[in-house]
T-cell receptor, first 115, second 115 residues
Framework: ETGVTQSPTHLIKTRGQQVTLRCSSQ?????VSWYQQALGQGPQFIFQ???????GRGNFPPRFSGLQFPNYSSELNVNALELDDSALYLC??????????????FGQGTRLTVV | QKEVEQDPGPLSVPEGAIVSLNCTYS??????FMWYRQYSRKGPELLMY????GNKEDGRFTAQVDKSSKYISLFIRDSQPSDSATYLC???????????????FGKGTHLIIQP
């Protein structure tokens, strides 16, 4: 059983640029959630994708958008980057949207630095 | 007031001690309670989850939920230096219609087990 993998591991971008982060979900999982973890804070829910559709969204502006593909991998896109977007971005996969409430398995994260 | 409060520590204890980690919360709609362990520069790893009130034991770990007090705990017996990490509590609700509102995390407690 393969785990959740994210790419790239680290990324440095300039304010105003756009970035795409990628996530491969665990085998057999059809639900992917994205979280932002600022330094010294707990992860904050960005949104969730279930069977290629957005299934819930946290308190993040529309410049945070996503996609899920037929193989259940996912992308997080952030436009017009701001300095405060610097954080660890975490992807979590779950067997289905119900189990995302209890058994969410996280990848190692992508460390984004905006300068 | 944040929805989930967790003392960031650091909490330093000698090897072999019993560790008690705690979170309080304000949202009475939370029904599922999770504990994650996060090593430096890694993604969170699910340790265990409980539903509603009560205790759950898994090896050296015991999770307790007291919904009347809005208080959850994680106990680690026979603590080891390898247990040194940040411990995050997380909570979720039962949503109608299947839409996700994600996991709500505490800030995490940094635990240090001294050899």
């Amino acid at each position: 059983e393969t785990g959740v993998t994210q790419s790239p591991t680290h990324l440095i971008k300039t304010r105003g640029q756009q970035v795409t982060l990628r996530c491969s979900s665990q085998s057999g999982h059809n639900t992917v959630s994205w979280y932002q973890q600022a330094l010294g804070q707990g992860p904050q829910f960005i949104f969730q994708y279930y069977r290629e559709e957005e299934n819930g969204r946290g308190n993040f502006p529309p410049r945070f958008s996503g996609l899920q593909f037929p193989n259940y991998s996912s992308e997080l896109n952030v436009n017009a980057l701001e300095l405060d977007d610097s954080a660890l971005y975490l992807c979590a996969s779950s067997r289905d949207r119900g189990s995302s409430r209890t058994e969410a398995f996280f990848g190692q994260g992508t460390r984004l630095t905006v300068v | 007031q944040k929805e989930v409060e967790q003392d960031p520590g650091p909490l330093s204890v000698p090897e072999g001690a019993i560790v008690s980690l705690n979170c309080t919360y304000s949202n009475s709609a939370f029904q599922y309670f999770m504990w994650y362990r996060q090593y430096s520069r890694k993604g969170p790893e699910l340790l265990m989850y409980t539903y509603s009130s009560g205790n759950k034991e898994d090896g050296r770990f015991t999770a307790q939920v007291d919904k009347s007090s809005k208080y959850i705990s994680l106990f680690i017996r026979d603590s080891q230096p390898s247990d040194s990490a940040t411990y995050l509590c997380a909570m979720s609700t039962i949503t109608s219609g299947g839409g996700a509102d994600g996991l709500t995390f505490g800030k995490g407690t940094h635990l240090i087990i001294q050899p």
